[in-house]
């Protein structure tokens, strides 16, 4: 579909009654159209290196997949995959004679007040909330499908390498001692993987390698008593192929982003104790590794978006800087030794 079919739909099709009220959020690879109770996604025809959304075909496969993959931890929100037609772009109701034009998921709409995220900017999120969360994520990671292929050390050292690409962007906007921040890390990163690469593969052979969520974010839970836990990556299985830890640091950087670094300690001991594999002076630092990977993300993908942007924006600029100031703080807690 079209932005302007989008609009035709927001504006002709009744989502959720007559009288509902509507609004969209767009992201770079989705349309979500919010009603008062329901939310329906629609993939944007795209194909990027990370995933590929180009036919109708492929964006009813992963509609069908981001209904599959959620349901392992947010059962009771996602609903069904849902045709879009040219009927319904005038307003008409589905029906097996009109033309399929595109496919959306239906979820249940939440409370946004629940958002971790918004709850973590606020400061109200409880230590009993993350324990919850810890062993509700640590309960998921042991009952998911074991993956067994090798470690890709070049792919990884690229991926956290391609941080490189902000650094003309953080030099003119932090100056060069986060520039240097940013050389330093691509060169204790490079050192890691090399000298512990047998340790990623014995992870792997022990089982720690799982099918995720990929995305373990703040942003994709609601802490209801029961934690919700939505939006997993569904297009891309190397995102979600990953070991545990990788997963968990993701949310431990956001804690960290926040100030609650006593939460992000108790998720990760609480997380650990649940999981029963033990932890060992190699795992915690390689728990410090992929938190310096985390911060990594975060800080370039933050970068690229304020580079993107017309104007200055300062909010976008200040948490570079504190990814950065991250990043620098974990690399001080893994050794290539």
Known sequence: MKRKQIDKLIENWEFDGESANTELVETHISWVILSDNFAFKIKRPVKYSFVDFSTLDKRKHYCCEEIKLNSRLAPEMYISVLPVTEKMLEGGDMDDEDIVIDYMVQMERMDNEKEMDRLLARRQVRRHEVEKLAEKIADFHKRVRIIKNAFDTIDFQETFNDILDIKDYVSEELGPDYENIITRSTDLSDSYLNSRRSYFNDRIIRNFRRNCHGDLNASNIFLYNDPVIFDCIDFNKKLRFIDVLNEIAFLCV??????????????????INAYGAGESELSRQLFMYYNAYRANVRAKVTAI?????????????????KYLDLLDRYQENYSSD
């Open 254 to 271: 956001d804690l960290d982003f926040y100030g609650m670094d006593e939460l992000s300690r108790h998720f990760y001991n609480t997380y």
């Open 305 to 321: 978006s304020a580079m993107e942007e017309e104007g200055s924006d300062t909010s976008k600029r200040d948490a570079v800087k």
